[in-house]
């Protein structure tokens, strides 16, 4: 299961891609970066620790939405014939520093965060693919675990997740309250405790678990991750701007992610109909204004 980067320079692509079996999305970036002579001695360290093992897994299920108003996997409608829909079709788009300095600008005046903001555009982007947009849909976020867990090699996996239910109605600050409160209740801890729990059961017993789980009606549509802002020394990354895309897996429709690389956001999407809803999502972004907030 690759994790997919773009390297852009004068304008063409240089696609790679690396192993989220080795790597998380921020570790295989920094591997890159490296390779192209960046000095990165540390990486970015989560806000939002958490220890403990049987508050966290308590909290978790005792929360766990059960609401018949999200969107179920029979929900996904079917690709268009407008393209090739492939599990590598890719579609991604750079803005220039102005346009995202505009953005930044706008977040600000809006007292909401870059990355809040751009899940609800592509929340709201992606509410066409489903056959009742008015749905909750359930997206999962990526958290870095850096500075809670520790690894020797600082590129590899430290990375659990949390999964955000939003209607279509819900603010950019409606959404980051939610994902606040998720991180509060250390739901990104259960998380990786299961994932740990994963990591000793014999091979044939995970496939069995994952064809259960994916049987289930309910699931999320993808998953939307944001490596962040990266300010390096332009000599020794000789590059226009980067895109990355994190991985699609069974049941999921899409992926999405984003990263700020030099004072530029790059942004791609993967999986059905992806130039479509990456067209839709560029729209959003650029849109005057943001919706007030609740």
């Known amino acids: ?96 520093k102005d346009e995202t300095q505009a953005i ?38 990526p958290v870095n675990l850096r500075g809670n867990i520790r ?36 739901e990104h801890r259960a998380n990786f405790l299961l994932l740990t729990l994963g990591g000793i059961l014999s091979h044939q017993a995970k496939v069995n678990f994952l064809t259960k789980d994916r049987a289930k009606p309910a699931g999320n549509i993808g998953s939307f991750s944001n490596l962040g802002v990266w300010n390096l020394d332009e000599k020794s990354n000789n590059a226009d701007g980067w895109i990355f895309c994190p991985p699609i897996v069974t049941g999921q429709r899409l992926g999405a992610g984003c990263v700020t690389f030099n004072g530029r956001l790059g942004i791609a999407t993967q999986g059905n109909s992806p130039s479509e809803r990456m067209q839709r999502w560029v729209e959003i972004i650029g849109e005057p204004s943001l919706r007030p907030a609740s």
């Not at 600000?108 to 947009?133: A, G, M």
């Not at 590899?156 to 998720?182: G, M």
């Open 1 to 96: 299961m690759g994790i997919r980067y773009g390297r852009i320079s004068n304008g063409e692509v240089q696609w790679i891609d690396v192993s989220h079996c080795e790597c998380d999305g921020i570790g295989g970036f920094v591997r890159l970066l490296r390779k192209h002579g960046a000095e990165i001695p540390k990486l970015p360290e989560t806000k939002h620790p958490c220890r403990g093992i049987i508050l966290p897994l308590w909290r978790l299920l005792r929360n766990r939405d059960k609401s018949e108003t999200s969107a179920l996997r029979r929900d996904w409608l079917p690709a268009t014939a407008s393209e090739n829909h492939t599990a590598e079709s890719i579609a991604w788009h750079l803005f220039t």
């Open 104 to 141: 930044l600008e706008r977040c600000r005046e809006q007292q909401v965060t870059v990355n809040s903001h751009l899940l609800h555009c592509l929340d709201q982007s992606t509410r066409p693919e489903i056959r009742s947009p008015e749905k909750k849909i359930t997206w999962v976020v």
């Open 151 to 186: 690894y020797a090699d600082d590129t590899q996996n430290h990375v659990s997740c949390v999964e955000v239910k939003i209607a279509s109605t819900d603010t950019t600050q409606t959404i980051h309250r939610q994902i606040l409160q998720r991180l509060e209740r250390g």
